[in-house]
């Protein structure tokens, strides 16, 4: 360590300068490498989830989650790689706040939102923005508007999630648009970028969406960037009710549950009786 920082003086502030920097660079690896690792478990997960769209096996896995979380992940997994292309890294929520809590495929969410984020990395140029707009649509409200006409079919079907991904990239050529969301779709106007794709991305991104009971699509303008939004059919939950699942997880499974609610906004009475107590 002493040869590594050139000097012996411990105390001086030549020492601690370089103790720091190597603490910072040894803090980024680590960090890379965990990301790295999640990063490859998500696309290993897309592949799989395609065999299984393929077999017809396909199973969703239902999980109440902060509406945020997901957003939150994939930018701790692509931050590093937009910070060294100097690419900013926008956050938007509409008719959302911190605790506001969804019953939904949290997997499937995270694995659509990196393709679609990464992918808007892969083609927006130095000092960049991509920005991830989160919106919530709920049941008979009067805010179908917000939604992109192609997309409106879903307006009242359900509580809605709406999420978009705008980067200031190259865009996409109009006679490349009908090859987007298909296997190997490899468009023309970005191969020379696209160096190590596999194509799989986008086109995995439409099928979970659809198959989450869904759909996707894109906006685009050549040389001025894009737009993926996405909306899926949701369930909005009450803290309630994601206590109540909490203390359900915890409990043996000899125990009876008895979770009555008395009033949600101030104040919910768990009440747990277990059978042996009897």
């Not at 680590?30 to 990063?39: A, D, I, K, M, P």
């Not at 299984?52 to 994939?74: A, G, H, M, W, Y």
Request: aromatic share 6%; charged share 30%; hydrophobic share 40%.
């Amino acid at each position: 360590l002493v040869e590594m920082i050139g000097t012996r003086d411990f105390n001086s502030n030549r020492f601690k300068k370089r103790l720091k920097n190597i603490h910072r660079k040894l803090t980024e690896a680590l960090h890379v490498n965990g990301t790295s690792e999640r990063f490859l478990t998500l696309m290993i997960e897309d592949y799989l989830d395609l065999q299984q769209l393929r077999s017809n096996n396909f199973r969703r896995i239902n999980s109440t989650f902060d509406v945020c979380k997901p957003v939150q992940e994939v930018i701790e997994i692509i931050s590093f790689k937009a910070k060294h292309n100097s690419i900013k890294l926008e956050q938007i929520y509409e008719l959302v706040s911190a605790q506001t809590k969804i019953c939904f495929d949290e997997r499937r969410l995270i694995q659509i939102l990196l393709n679609l984020v990464s992918n808007a990395v892969k083609f927006t140029p130095m000092d960049g923005t991509i920005t991830i707009k989160v919106r919530l649509i709920k049941a008979n409200s009067d805010l179908g508007g917000l939604l992109p006409s192609e997309l409106r079919r879903f307006y009242n079907t359900g509580d809605l999630l709406e999420v978009s991904v705008s980067d200031t990239g190259i865009g996409i050529g109009e006679e490349d648009m009908s090859k987007l969301f298909k296997m190997n779709g490899f468009l023309k106007k970005t191969e020379e970028i696209n160096t190590r794709g596999i194509g799989l991305g986008l086109h995995i991104c439409r099928e979970l969406v659809r198959k989450l009971g869904g759909d996707i699509i894109c906006e685009s303008e050549w040389q001025k960037g894009s737009t993926f939004t996405f909306v899926v059919k949701v369930e909005l939950v009450d803290d309630s009710h994601a206590l109540q699942n909490k203390i359900e997880r915890l409990l043996k499974p000899n125990q009876k549950r008895v979770f009555p609610c008395i009033n949600i906004k101030k104040e919910a009475a768990l009440r747990v009786r277990s059978k042996t107590a009897n």
